[in-house]
């Protein structure tokens, strides 16, 4: 079992940046990829991005490259999602993710773990 707790949101203006982290624990945390996910107020939960457990494998959502990036300590067992240029649309709750597949990250189907969720609030 894997254990993921989201910290790192809150409320920024339009143009601002946040950085997100994602703490896990539980089963071996290197050896997992992991990712995120949004969710925006009535809409359905989205791949944000996805990072295998070495880094050398990184996907993004084709609308978020640029200003979103993911990276990730796995000697601090921590996935990070540093956000640029924040616009109100990226306004979400923000979940960490976990799988034994990068690839299936970029799916909700694909996520074996999820964390509770982390609320970022992009104000206008």
């Known amino acids: 079992q894997v254990q993921l707790v989201e910290s790192g949101g809150g409320l920024v203006q339009a143009g601002g940046s946040l950085r997100l982290s994602c703490a896990a624990s539980?089963?071996?945390?290197?050896?997992?990829?992991m990712g995120w996910f949004r969710q925006a107020p009535g809409k359905e939960r989205d791949f944000v991005a996805a990072?295998?457990?070495?880094?050398?494998?990184?996907y993004y959502a084709d609308s978020l490259k640029g200003r979103f990036t993911i990276s990730r300590d796995n000697a601090k067992n921590t996935v990070y999602l540093q956000m640029n240029s924040l616009k109100p649309e990226d306004t979400a709750v923000y979940y960490c993710?976990?799988?034994?597949?990068?690839?299936?990250?970029?799916?909700?189907?694909?996520?074996?773990?999820w964390g509770q969720g982390t609320q970022v609030t992009v104000s206008s």
């Open positions: 993710t976990a799988a034994t597949n990068v690839v299936a990250l970029r799916t909700r189907s694909g996520v074996l773990y």
């Open positions: 990072i295998s457990w070495s880094g050398g494998n990184i």
């Open positions: 539980g089963r071996t945390f290197s050896k997992l990829p």
